[in-house]
């Protein structure tokens, strides 16, 4: 089998885990910035109290090469435990949550509460004139959502980053 190619480009979820303190969440974003690496997505929560650890999930891309060099460069950060590209270890889960504002009146909006439907989106807030839908899946669902309701009256969207995690036993 061939190796990777170095010149084409690829997304990459990329979870760190850290230590808990201040200050750690600017260092990675420092990294990325000071090198002119680019964020898609971008998570981080406490995950384990006692250890006063938390997880940090990037999406990123770039070509094989970049995203290597963007891996070791993280894992020399001093309160970082692992680095795992989550994309090249093996399967993996992605989610996100997006709240997505909708405003229309009649067959638009009859159509937007259609899609929602069949997305499995919830309506979490409505008005004469307007719904609030909560979509949870994979990026490419909810790019797909989002870009039906641009002609029925999108008009806002909040999205929390990907949430990622390794299938079966594998864990960082």
Do not use: C, W
Not at 26 to 55: C, E, H, K, M
Not at 98 to 105: H, I, N, P, Q, R
Request: charged share 25%; glycine share 8%; hydrophobic share 40%.
């Amino acid at each position: 089998m061939p190796g990777p190619d170095n010149n084409h480009h690829r997304s990459a979820t990329i979870s760190v885990l850290v230590d808990n303190e201040s200050g750690v969440l600017a260092r990675v974003i420092g990294l990325f910035s000071g090198r002119g690496y680019n964020i898609d997505s971008l998570t981080v929560a406490p995950v384990d109290d006692t250890r006063g650890r938390s997880r940090i999930n990037v999406v990123t891309s770039g070509t094989e090469m970049v995203i290597e060099q963007i891996k070791a460069q993280l894992d020399r950060l001093v309160p970082v435990h692992r680095v795992a590209d989550l994309s090249r270890e093996g399967p993996h889960i992605a989610r996100e949550m997006a709240l997505v504002k909708v405003l229309g009146t009649g067959e638009k909006r009859v159509e937007a509460l259609r899609i929602a439907e069949t997305f499995r989106a919830r309506v979490v807030d409505t008005t004469i004139e307007s719904f609030v839908f909560e979509l949870t899946g994979a990026t490419d669902k909810l790019d797909a959502f989002i870009d039906l309701m641009h002609p029925l009256g999108l008009a806002e969207v909040s999205r929390t980053g990907v949430a990622a995690l390794a299938r079966g036993s594998r864990t960082i």
